[in-house]
């Protein structure tokens, strides 16, 4: 019984969180390189706690995009800090009042 409560406030509290996007503009060389290990494994972690719901980089543009659940910007502008290429960053963080797709819906029931 303890777990289905557990489980059932945390299923809440997700669903209660707002959702942000981040869109950062970044500029690279080699010892930026050097921390992009370390770097996902925290954006793996934050996904790992539904924090972070989408992760995207594009080398091309030096553009990355992060849709984050959070109380607020603050909260997401400290979890932004914690990660080894906060420094390189420039980014705008933007509250978000649609967020649908494919991994926001039920799975399509299929008869047998």
């Known amino acids: 019984m303890g777990n289905r409560i557990e489980l059932k406030s945390i299923f809440i509290r997700y669903y209660n969180m707002k959702r942000y996007q ?39 543009s030096q553009k990355s995009w992060i849709t984050f659940n959070a109380e607020d910007k603050h909260a997401v502008e400290e979890y932004l800090m914690k990660s080894p290429l906060y420094r390189y960053w420039k980014y705008e963080i933007d509250e978000l009042f649609v967020l649908d797709g494919h991994g926001y819906r039920l799975p399509t029931l299929q008869m047998n």
Do not use: G
């Open 22 to 60: 981040v869109t950062i503009s970044f500029e690279w060389d080699d010892e930026f390189m050097t921390l992009v290990p370390a770097h996902r494994t925290y954006i793996n972690y934050l996904i790992n706690k539904n924090i972070v719901d989408y992760y995207s980089v594009s080398m091309e």
